[in-house]
């Protein structure tokens, strides 16, 4: 069997497979001072366990949390990014996702959106 994932032709009875239901997300226009966060969800579609060992960003206004245990063959998980809006203006930010995927060992994935200032 082969699947075609992120324009790459992959065997599936080749270990695990990572496929992200999306891989960025616009959160459109959010207050500053405020915290939101949004959930990414991903399916191993391979034959072996999946296993996320890092997820990290660049910035700290920016917070990834992962499963820590393995996801199996067909199962799904979600990666959750919390954002906190420090700085008025457009933001683009990205989370690099490591794990043992043979389709895609580093992956991004990226929030966006704009901070506008609260009103008091």
């Known amino acids: 069997m082969h699947v075609f994932v992120h324009a790459q032709i992959i065997d599936g009875d080749n270990g695990p497979i990572i496929y992200f239901e999306e891989t960025k997300f616009d959160f459109d226009t959010i207050l500053s001072k405020d915290t939101v966060s949004h959930k990414f969800k991903f399916t191993n579609i391979g034959n072996e366990p999946l296993i996320i060992t ?33 700085n008025i203006g457009r933001f683009n930010k990205g989370t690099m996702i490591k794990s043992n995927a043979v389709n895609a060992p580093n992956m991004m994935i990226r929030i966006n959106g704009v901070v506008k200032k609260q009103k008091k």
């Open 54 to 86: 890092n997820a990290y960003t660049s910035c700290g206004c920016t917070i990834p949390q992962w499963p820590k245990e393995p996801i199996y063959p067909k199962d799904s998980g979600y990666i959750i990014i919390g954002f906190h809006t420090s």
